[in-house]
């Protein structure tokens, strides 16, 4: 497999955000492997920011959920999941409950 193509989309956080940018994204990488580091650097280019405590997202690459990520860190929920030449990567949007 010469490159792996993950199509990114994401829950809305806010009416705002849906005006500001759209949420799908096409990212094309040489290799991929499932960890904190590649998870964060997606997350740090893709994910907006929101204010608050006690949010986090779920990611999920072709509907097998396989981190959740909080402000203070990534969790990974699985690493063994079968990679196509193109993917699907969404990001679960959990909001604060209190």
């Given amino acids: 497999m010469n490159a792996i ?3 990114l989309t994401r829950d809305s ?5 849906d005006v500001n940018a759209p949420h ?3 990212l094309t990488l040489s290799n991929y ?9 997606i997350c740090l280019n893709y994910l907006p920011n929101v204010a ?4 986090f997202w779920e990611c999920y690459i072709n509907n097998i959920l396989i ?3 909080r402000i ?13 030449e193109n993917n ?7 909001s604060s409950k209190f």
């Fill in 24 to 26: 799908t994204e096409t």
């Fill in 13 to 17: 956080v806010s009416m705002g955000d």
């Fill in 72 to 84: 203070e860190k990534i969790e990974i929920i699985t690493d063994e999941i079968f990679l196509n």
């Fill in 33 to 41: 492997k499932i960890s904190e580091q590649s998870i964060g650097e």
């Fill in 52 to 55: 608050g405590v006690g949010h």
């Fill in 67 to 69: 981190a959740i990520i």
């Fill in 5 to 7: 193509i993950f199509n």
């Fill in 88 to 94: 699907e990567m969404f990001f679960k949007y959990n």
